[in-house]
Structure formats: structure tokens, C-alpha cells
């Protein structure tokens, strides 16, 4: 399990600011592909006043149909993997990347709860990728603190997993 209390509001909020200073700093945008989180990600970026100067917008792709027609990702990665693995995230974000012809793109799937888990795949069961220029990240996670806690800790790691990108590359090009 992911340790760590949700994140308030507010913090969420502060991290955006972070984000999109980082995103302005870099001349980079960033566009969004949620599933779990509803469209969360987005909804926190846009608290920030000027955020239409770097985020592009965000495709919420609750479903497996969605997930294929909105974002490009393959049936065949569904198929094999699920919505909910590491390489249906990886094809969500170069899909809201290239589709929204974005910089960058953070893509959050996972099983929000309280049902729909199973033995290999808990509730809670997150993965978050970061399509970016020359590759991206990954990460996986393992939240357990009910359905809207879930949430809020998986937009907070993936606004993270944008900054510690963004703050990792800064001396290179993008």
C-alpha cells in the first residue's frame, strides 16, 4: 500500500501552481488522460488562474470504448493487460499527448472502489504515466483510503510525477 494521508484541497491546488510555473518556466504544455480520477487532474490545474497558457485540456476516458476511440489506445492492450495496467496508461498518455498535440500528457487509470477489485488488481490499484518528449514514467500505486481519498492521492501523484519531470529535465531540452 501507498502510505500517506489524502491531500487537502488546497495542497492540490499549491502543487498546480508549482506545475504550471514549471510548464510556463519551460515553454511546455501539458494536456491530460484520466479515468479513475474522473477528470480530477484537470479540474485542479484549471484552479490556477492562467492556466490556458500551458494546459491544452484533458480527455476523461471512463470506458474501455473511450480509452480506444478518444485516446488511440489499442484493443489489443486491453485485451491482454486491461484498463487498468501499466501499458493501458503508457498508450493513455502518448494518446492525449499526440491527440491534443501537447508537450506533455499525465494519464491516471486505476480502480477507484469500493468494488471492482480482484486478487491481482485491489481496489485502490493506480498507474500513472507521463508521455513526454524523448519517453516518459511510470509509476504504480496502491492507494486505500476509500474511493475520494483515492482520488485526490492519485491526482497528487500525478501532478507530481509532471513536476519531478519537469524539474529533472530542466538543464536539458525538451
Same mark, same amino acid.
Given at each position: &500500500?501507498?502510505?500517506?494521508?489524502?491531500?487537502?484541497?488546497?495542497?492540490?491546488?499549491?502543487?498546480?501552481? %508549482?506545475?504550471?510555473?514549471?510548464?510556463?518556466?519551460? /515553454? $511546455?504544455? $501539458?494536456?491530460?488522460? %484520466? !479515468?479513475?480520477?474522473? /477528470?480530477?487532474? =484537470?479540474?485542479? +490545474?484549471?484552479?490556477?488562474?492562467?492556466? =490556458?497558457?500551458?494546459? *491544452?485540456?484533458?480527455?476523461? !476516458?471512463?470506458? @474501455?470504448?473511450?480509452?480506444?476511440?478518444?485516446?488511440?489506445?489499442?484493443?489489443?492492450?486491453? @485485451?491482454?493487460?486491461?484498463?487498468?495496467?501499466?501499458?493501458?496508461?503508457?498508450? &493513455?498518455? *502518448?494518446?492525449? #499527448?499526440?491527440? +491534443?498535440?501537447?508537450?506533455?500528457? *499525465?494519464?491516471?487509470?486505476?480502480?477507484?472502489?469500493?468494488?471492482?477489485?480482484? +486478487? @491481482?488488481?485491489?481496489?485502490? +490499484?493506480?498507474?500513472?504515466?507521463?508521455?513526454?518528449?524523448?519517453?516518459?514514467? $511510470?509509476? #504504480?500505486?496502491?492507494?486505500?483510503? /476509500?474511493?475520494?481519498? @483515492?482520488? #485526490? =492521492?492519485?491526482?497528487?501523484?500525478?501532478?507530481?510525477?509532471?513536476?519531478?519531470? $519537469?524539474?529533472?529535465?530542466?538543464?536539458?531540452?525538451?
Amino acid at each position: &500500500m501507498t502510505p500517506g494521508r489524502p491531500p487537502t484541497a488546497e495542497a492540490l491546488v499549491d502543487l498546480a501552481r %508549482e506545475v504550471q510555473a514549471a510548464c510556463l518556466d519551460r /515553454g $511546455l504544455t $501539458l494536456a491530460t488522460a %484520466e !479515468s479513475c480520477t474522473g /477528470g480530477l487532474v =484537470s479540474h485542479i +490545474l484549471t484552479e490556477v488562474p492562467g492556466s =490556458s497558457a500551458y494546459f *491544452v485540456g484533458g480527455i476523461v !476516458s471512463y470506458s @474501455d470504448r473511450a480509452k480506444c476511440a478518444l485516446l488511440g489506445v489499442p484493443q489489443t492492450t486491453l @485485451d491482454r493487460y486491461g484498463a487498468v495496467s501499466a501499458q493501458a496508461a503508457r498508450a &493513455m498518455a *502518448v494518446g492525449a #499527448r499526440s491527440r +491534443l498535440e501537447a508537450d506533455l500528457a *499525465v494519464a491516471v487509470t486505476g480502480i477507484a472502489g469500493p468494488s471492482g477489485g480482484s +486478487l @491481482d488488481k485491489p481496489v485502490g +490499484l493506480t498507474f500513472i504515466a507521463l508521455a513526454a518528449p524523448r519517453g516518459g514514467r $511510470l509509476e #504504480r500505486h496502491v492507494w486505500s483510503g /476509500g474511493r475520494a481519498a @483515492d482520488k #485526490r =492521492s492519485s491526482a497528487q501523484a500525478a501532478l507530481r510525477l509532471v513536476l519531478a519531470w $519537469l524539474i529533472a529535465t530542466a538543464t536539458t531540452s525538451p
